[in-house]
């Protein structure tokens, strides 16, 4: 990690790494990271808000600088980060995580890490990627809405987590599996893993889109990172995450 920016409160990792990109581009920076303590308003999928209360979570956005990609692959970098999470809880934290695609990190059956990313291109090539992470640590008290679709680690551990710890192995995870995808520009070296972490495999899923609903078998993943739906006749559909939310057959998994 080149630098680290690191605040008490802020409105949103993501928003203040993009304020401060135009500079690290300047400083011909590859890599930054932004951490707040608390966010005021943090961001999720679809414009949903991430709950962020002081002191007890994670907050960051880690924010890849000229990154040699191509904006294509860009979205495939959020499975590379819900892997790198599940990993981590795995191997830090002793729980057995698992990941509902496409990126959302999962603890008996409850959410536990929100992950967006967002691109700016310039010139054809992304001058950046932001890849903005929330992961539930030492909370313990939800809304009633909530408590039914959100844990932390500390509530399925019985016990405080060390937040650095787990952040730390969770930037160690993000590093080697960015360089697996470097690789081939692509989640074919990561997807066997990937699928050995995912919650939905072969399990019965529904696929809510804008304005139908439909079920089918979840089979796995392809190398961009589309879920691969089978029908009740047998034929394979790739779902695109950026256009429709999985649910499982009776609950949020």
């Known amino acids: 990690m080149e630098q680290i920016y690191q605040k008490d409160s802020v409105d949103s990792t993501l928003t203040w790494a993009k304020e401060e990109a135009e500079s690290c581009l300047l400083a011909n920076r590859n890599t930054v990271l932004f951490l707040a303590d608390k966010q005021t308003a943090g961001k999720g999928r679809f414009g949903r808000v991430w709950d962020s209360p002081a002191g007890e979570n994670v907050y960051m956005t880690l924010l890849l600088l000229r990154p040699p990609i191509e904006p294509v692959n860009a979205a495939s970098l959020t499975l590379v980060m819900g892997l790198s999470v599940a990993q981590a809880v795995r191997e830090s934290a002793g729980l057995l995580a698992g990941i509902k695609w496409p990126n959302d990190v999962v603890l008996a059956g409850k959410k536990i890490c929100g992950i967006l990313t967002e691109m700016r291109i310039g010139k054809e090539k992304p001058e950046y990627v932001s890849i903005g992470v929330g992961i539930n640590m030492n909370q313990t008290d939800y809304p009633p809405e909530l408590q039914d679709k959100a844990t932390s680690l500390a509530l399925q551990k019985g016990g405080a987590v060390c937040r650095e710890e787990v952040t730390a192995r969770v930037l160690e995870r993000f590093e080697e599996n960015y360089k697996c995808f470097l690789k081939t520009q692509d989640l074919s070296l990561l997807k066997n893993e990937y699928e050995n972490l995912l919650l939905n495999l072969n399990q019965q899923v529904r696929i809510l889109e804008k304005d139908s609903e439909s079920l089918g078998i979840a089979r796995g993943i392809t190398a961009s990172g ?28």
């Open 226 to 253: 589309e879920l691969l739906v089978e029908d009740e006749k047998g034929a394979v559909r790739q779902i695109l995450s950026g256009e429709v939310s999985v649910r499982g057959l009776y609950s949020y998994v």
